[in-house]
């Protein structure tokens, strides 16, 4: 069942939502019901020209990688090993989240979720110290990069983009070898694909999640 929520700073149980996660639509995306959201495992995802209110899911299933199992190729650490390219976090999140809604005509794209009001959202939270890019670097030029939610230990990943081969890869590894080392608990990854799998993402239950995420 999909729930309509107002003004009031409230979600449903994520247990009653359909089985694709979808849960609720409407309220806003202020900063307050952000970090509740996120707080519950709960996100926004929708079509900005489809929909004139956000769309919030919350799956059962969980898409996640633990920093230390993340998967490096052969051709992944070949590439490593040249130090072609850098990786930096927080150097240029404007960058990195226009770079996730532009790369490759996504901004023009049926479904295009990445719009203004979403990006001026998560530019807030990152304002606040609430959520991080990484960017990788072809000498001064951006060439790839991710952005997510930082909450409690645990790095909620909303999307990443590429301008050259295994950029977005390279980002996810320096995300993961970094918050191995700081003792961060897990990269969300919201949504499963090949990419992401064959990089050591797997699921774990609602229940494992929120218990990790609230330790």
Partial sequence: MVYRIGKELVFPNPYDGDPDGMLAVGGDLSIDRLLLAYSNGIFPWFGFREWNEPVWYCPLQRFVIFPAEVHVSHSMRSLINKERYRVSINEDFDGVIEGCATVNGRYDMEGAWLGPDIKKAYTMLHNLGLAASVEVWDGDDLVGGLYG??????????????????????????????????????????????????????????????????R
């Fill in 149 to 214: 939610v930082t909450i409690n230990g645990c790095f909620i990943g909303e999307s990443m983009f590429s301008r050259v081969p295994s950029a977005s890869k390279l980002a996810l590894i320096g995300l993961a070898r970094q918050l191995e080392a700081l003792g961060w608990k897990f990269i969300d990854c919201q949504i499963e694909t090949r990419h992401l799998k064959s990089m050591g993402a797997r699921y774990i239950p609602y229940e494992e999640y929120m218990e990790i995420l609230r």
